[in-house]
Nanobody
Framework: QVQLQESGPGLVKPSQTLSLTCTVS????????WSWLRQPPGKGLEWMAT???????YARPSLRSRASISRDTSKNQFTLQLTSVTAEDTAVYYC????????????????RGQGTQVTVSS
């Protein structure tokens, strides 16, 4: 059974770049679609970006200028970078795997990590 684990800083200063890594076990990132999502406090789940089995990237249009997703197949990891963060980027961040991109309900995903809290504050 595939398992995902997010890692990264819990606190980031405004204007800095947030970098989160998802380590995958029990499955290969060269199959399926691999995504980053987040849930700000008091708000719904937001899809951010996806990288597919070929390495093709997809990003939420409103984040396209700031969010990038990449992968390291040798480590079976994929990474999200979000530049110029503000307090509005404070959220629980999740990595997940599914069969497409852009989905914002958990029933569309096959597995997800437990989530990691990221707070943007000086």
């Amino acid at each position: 059974q595939v398992q995902l684990q997010e890692s990264g800083p819990g606190l980031v200063k405004p204007s800095q770049t947030l970098s989160l890594t998802c380590t995958v076990s029990g499955g290969s990132i060269t199959t399926n679609f691999w995504s980053w999502l987040r849930q700000p406090p008091g708000k719904g789940l937001e899809w951010m970006a996806t990288i597919d089995f070929r390495g093709q990237n997809y990003a939420r249009p409103s984040l396209r200028s700031r969010a990038s997703i990449s992968r390291d197949t040798s480590k079976n990891q994929f990474t999200l970078q979000l530049t110029s963060v503000t307090a509005e980027d404070t959220a629980v961040y999740y990595c997940a795997t599914g069969r497409g991109f852009g989905e914002t309900t958990w029933d569309k995903y096959d597995a997800r990590g437990q989530g990691t809290q990221v707070t943007v504050s000086s």
